[in-house]
Structure formats: C-alpha cells, structure tokens
C-alpha cells in the first residue's frame, strides 16, 4: 500500500515522512482503523488535534538482537502529551505480549498486521511505534 494518500488525507495532522517512502504490506482499512485508535489514544492523553504527530519512516533491520525479521519495513509513529507509560515492546506472536497502549489500539495492530511496536514515554508525552513488512509492489 502507498501510505502517500493516508498521510496526505491526515494533513490536519504534524506529518512527517521521507521524500520516498516504501509502500508497507498492510490493508488499507485495517490501517485506517489502527490510525483512528492511536489517533484518539492521543487525544485522550491530552493532545490537541493539530500537534498529533504522524510519522512515517522506511526501515531496515539488520541485527540479531530485533525483536523482527531481518530486511526492509515501514515504521509508523503517532506521538503526543501526557502519559503514554509503560513502554512496552509488542510482538504479535507473543502469547505473553503486554497490551499495547490499550485493547482496541492492540486488536486494530494485531488486524493490520503489525510486526514489532514499541511505545516510549517521555517527560511531556510519548509515541507509539508500528512496523510493517515493506511491499514488494
């Protein structure tokens, strides 16, 4: 999927994203799904509309300490104010995996087929990051 229009059609948003971004292996209305949920985990934290941060990122993997396959995916952050705590890494296939954010921000993940996420919190605020496998398209 080329994530140029979603990026575009949340322009109302702090975008950010290289001039060439990877299209991610991900359903377009699973996306939008999961974009709706951290976009109002977000706001219920505090965060006015308009300083919501959307951000994507191309990504290699090439370790062995990484959480994911190794190989190209496209990252996908949503940040804001308040307390986004604990930070937690998520896998998928972890029977054991803490809840990411909240239980509808997790099941829109699990949906859209999310590799690895991790959240960090900040002292004013945090963000959650969202891995996708890159598209071969």
Do not use: K
Not at 24 to 33: M, Q, S
Not at 81 to 86: E, H, I, L, M, Q
């Amino acid at each position: 999927m080329d994530l140029g229009p979603v990026l575009r059609a949340h322009s109302y948003l702090r975008v950010e994203r290289p001039p060439v971004l990877w299209p991610a292996a991900v359903d377009d209305v699973a996306l939008i799904r999961l974009l709706g949920e951290t976009i109002a985990f977000a706001l219920g934290r505090g965060t006015e509309l308009g300083d919501v941060l959307l951000q994507a990122s191309n990504v290699t993997v090439a370790h062995d300490d990484a959480p994911i396959d190794f190989g190209d995916h496209v990252a996908v952050t949503i940040g804001g104010v308040g307390d986004w705590s604990p930070e937690v890494s998520w896998v998928p296939d972890d029977p054991g995996a803490p809840i990411l954010l909240n239980r509808d921000v997790t099941g829109a993940a699990r949906v859209a087929g999310v590799r690895w996420a991790y959240t960090r919190a900040f002292g004013d605020g945090g963000s959650v990051t969202l891995l996708f496998p890159r598209s071969a398209e």
